[in-house]
């Protein structure tokens, strides 16, 4: 009955038209160019664009009464089948040889009819076929006065990412309509680093039921941001649900592309309340007064045409879209004209039964670039097919469906993103940390606390926490009720895994699930259950897990909540305050028997030079050796040669720096702290071959073979315990371990031990997650907040206890003066002491040749004291170069005297 009506009132429609075109024609004012008209006239849309249609006909011959040309509209309706808008589309071509097509209303059943158009050169113009895939390169006659889909998705992305929203939820229609956007909004998306974890395709034939089924999958999942991008009509049954769900209350995010929000203003407002909080980006369309006055028209209009329509309908972008497409249709008609011979060649496929005879217009071509080139204002913008034969769109409006209606909260365009204000050249960038310069949402729920974006599913479903009983109690230990099977869990990494938990802005429920390691808890074990989490067999890891390079490959781990780094446990050496030879540790050995030995090297030069000088000493005198020997401490200046003088001196300026370097040694041997290690350094221990130790199963053991330690020099051990008894019984010199269980080692057997280290770096233990888990950042930030206070703390003295030897890490060497360092000295002191005898006798020598040539000079009976002199001086040359032996004799007997009759 209705449809009849319709149809009649269509008729009607056509015919006043065609009439009227007729009568002008026949007046010989105006001929008819046919065009069809395709939409689907059961939806909303549909019926508002064809409103839009008629009124633009109708307001555009009004303003140009002169025009030679007149639109004649064949209306058909698609009824949303491809078929029938394809036999439309068919049909239009073949009787009423239409010169321009207006619609298809959707992008599949463009397809089809622009493929016709492009064969009879016919223009298909769409304002509402908006799939990217549709273009103008495949399809040289199909205009598109709309944007395309993937337009928006750089403003959708702005958004999510001016909220800081890490996951989001794709939610579309199973269409080419819904399914073309999404290649364009994930490459977006993942431009910004945001992930979209999974997608809910909603079947175009949905019922409630698979909505809600659907719906209901989305709430056990933990992203709570939601992209939609459906028809109106498959929006308004998801959102009447979501409602029914709760999935409209606090914490969840829907953003609507511009599909929707485009024509927000026509959905019913009951839809509108359960669609209270939705974001959505929409083409923005300024207000002016003749919008306001075609407004008024169009409504009474659509009353007119659809009195039992619903009353919400209003003019919409897409009825401008559609205003503005007429309008420019009927000027490029009056531009092209219509020719009389308009067909000019059969259709190639002659046989076929229906498309034989649709021709080829033969002023399509120039229609196109007629209607391509005629720029203009419309009141829906800007009307510019120039770029790709589609509009373009430099500003959206970002809305927040609010009430039964709706508000902007600010803009984003192309060049300068988000803002509040729509402004040209706005450049102030809003920085994704800061709070994005909108104004302010109310979130579903009426909620104005921006969500976070990500919920741990509340369904009864807990986190599954993966615990590892660990070797060290202190850390963590586990224990499984045989009776109820239920696992608990006590240590440090579990405290500081419970508190994080308490301080997360969430509440979280958890279970404890056990770590079984089979039997064998050996190496590589902590891999394995790290590597759970990737199986997802547990949504956290809580153990004293080191974070890993190769670990990170599976998993993403928290910030650490120890200190990091590898260290040495070594034992100390004994307390130096009770050794009797204490005054000899300042200098080291080599040091002590260089000083000597060069003391005495000096003493017996100086006695040697003195020696040499004094010609009327007896021969030898072992007790005046002894007494110049140590003469040279003293400050006397008895010498008579002038070269022992000089040694002296010298050796007496290696002396000074000498006590003052032992008395400086010896103050801080006695006030700093009185341990030392016996080993300071890894490497030494693999010069000299030490066993060393480590922790079995942990990754020191690759550390230790990396810097090349022999195989069969390093031992593992598996508990503290055994540490302890290998380091004690000598087993090994050393025990390379992480710093945190060396804290613990040594708040155990704080006696004897000390931490040398760190010597590597690493990372520290962490809780492992999942990988991109939105659990991470808020469990690393309440770790820090932990670690960063006083309740760390308390953990560590609750377990790990009092650690007085803190500070013993850094104790190095045991700060003995060494021989080399006192090399230069030495060789100073050395040379010149050395060339003194030389010296001494080559001037000996030199004077004597003097001498003799002197007494040459002078004659032979000259005697005096010289020649005496120089006698004894030859005497004594023998005496060291030939006589060594009988000096040696007289040394020992003279060394006897000196024993028995002391001074
Ligand atoms: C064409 O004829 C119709 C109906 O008589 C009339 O309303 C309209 O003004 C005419 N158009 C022109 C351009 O004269
Ligand atoms: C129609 O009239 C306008 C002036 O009102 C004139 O500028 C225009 O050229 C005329 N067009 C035609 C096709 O006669
Ligand atoms: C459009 O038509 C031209 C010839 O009319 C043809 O060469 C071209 O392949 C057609 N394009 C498509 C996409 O059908
Ligand atoms: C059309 O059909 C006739 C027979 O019905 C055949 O002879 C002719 O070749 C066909 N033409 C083409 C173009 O297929
Ligand atoms: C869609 O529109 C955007 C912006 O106007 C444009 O950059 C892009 O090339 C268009 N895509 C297609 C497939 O036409
Ligand atoms: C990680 O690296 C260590 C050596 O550094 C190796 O023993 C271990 O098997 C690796 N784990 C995985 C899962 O690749
Ligand atoms: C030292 O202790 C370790 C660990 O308990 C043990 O394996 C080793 O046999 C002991 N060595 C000696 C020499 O006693
Ligand atoms: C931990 O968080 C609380 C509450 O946000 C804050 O007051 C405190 O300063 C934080 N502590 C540290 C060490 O960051």
Known sequence: MEKTRGAILLLLLVADFGFGAAQNATTGEAHGFHVGVILDLGSPVGKGARTSVLLAVQDFYAAHQNYSTKLVLHIRDSMGSNVRAASAAIE????????????PQKSSEAVFISNLGNVTQVPIVSFTATSPSLTSDSM???LRATLNDSAQVKSIASLVQAYGWREVVAVYEDTDYGRDILPYLIYVLQEIDVRVPYRSVIPLAATSETILQELNGLIARQTRVFIVHMSSTMTTLLFMKAKELGMMNKGFVWIITNGVANIIDSLNP?????????LGVRYYVPRSQELDDLSIRWNRMYQQDNPDASPFNKLNIVGLWGYDTTWVLAQAAENVGISSARNKQPWYIKNSTCLESMDISIKGHKLLTSIVQNKFRGLSGDFDLTDGRQLKVSVFQIINVVGRGWREIGFW?????LSRELKQDYFKKTGPASMPDLNPVIWPGESTEKPMGWEIPTDG????VGVYSSENPEFIKTYKDPVTKATTASGLSVDIFEEAVKRLPFPVSYDYIEFDTGDTATSGSYNDFVYQVYLQEYDIAVADTTIRYNR??????TVPYTESGVGMIVPVKENLNMDMWLFLRPLSTAMWFGSIIFFMYTGFVVWLLEYLKDNEHDPFSLEQLAITIFSIFEEKEELKHFLARIVLRVWRVVLLVLAASYTASFASMLTVQQLSPTVTDVHELQKNGEYVGFHQGSFVEGLLLGIDFDASKIRGYATPDDFYSALSNGSIAALVDEVPYIKLFLAKYNKGYTMVGPIYKSAGFAFA???NSPLRAELSRAILNITGGETIIQFEKKWIGQNSHENDGTLDGSGAITFESFGGLFLLTGIVTTCSPLVAVLMRRYKKQQENAENKGDGQNESGPGQEKEKMEEQGDQNSNGQGLELMKSQTTLSMNACTHPR
């Open 92 to 103: 239009l071509l073949k009787d009423y040889k239409v010169q321009a097509i207006i619609g």
């Open 769 to 771: 997650l999942p990988k």
């Open 270 to 278: 009951s839809v509108l309340q359960a669609m209270n909080g939705v």
């Open 413 to 417: 365009n192309v060049k300068s993103g």
């Open 140 to 142: 040289p006659y199909f």
């Open 461 to 464: 479903k807990k986190l599954r």
């Open 552 to 557: 990170t490959l599976y998993v993403d781990f």
